[in-house]
């Protein structure tokens, strides 16, 4: 059985939405639909245990690079659940092969690898930068821009690494509207 069908994907859907935010001003907004959506109360009851720092963007203290992580430990522990019947010495054994057979693929692909981004990440960059060709920039001096999207605009700070989206200085990776920005800082 799924571990969404308890909430409904709907419910779920609204979870990701409070939990992948970069504005901090819509996360309050987000749990609140959150609230009038979970009709038994099952899934806020669950949040209410966690602290958000751990499953919020927004409240995360760290800068997690664009990527929510699970418990590594969990994520080993599934990995060997077949090797936990076999004497420790033969776990162990398991283990090593399969951690030398990662670090092998990782060091094979990174030999092939011409470009300074991972390709996960240029690929990312690339939508970014096609996304960002559309957006209207006006440079309102000292490496400040405003950024005009489909329905609102927003304040780039090229110096200070900020956006009023949140996405810049959270994933310190160019959001689209700081993308748009650096493309016309570099032409002037």
Known sequence: MSKIAPFGKHVVNKFYDAAYTYRTSEFPSC????????????????????????????????NRYEFMTSNAAESWNKKLLWARKLPVVAMLECARVI??????????????????LCKTVSKKMVDIRRRASNLVVTNL???????????????????LKKCDCGEFQL?????????????????S
């Open 31 to 62: 749990m609140e639909t959150l609230h009038r959506m979970d009709e038994n109360g099952r899934l806020i009851a669950k949040l209410n245990t966690l602290d958000p720092k751990i499953w919020a963007r927004v409240c995360c203290p760290v």
């Open 141 to 159: 001096g000292s490496f400040q821009y405003k950024v005009l999207d489909v329905s609102d605009f927003f304040i780039v700070d090229l110096r």
């Open 99 to 116: 951690l030398e057979g990662w670090f092998t693929d990782r060091r094979n692909e990174a030999a092939t690898h011409t470009q300074i």
């Open 171 to 187: 994933s310190l990776m160019s959001c689209i509207h700081a993308a748009a920005t650096i493309r016309i800082y570099l032409m």
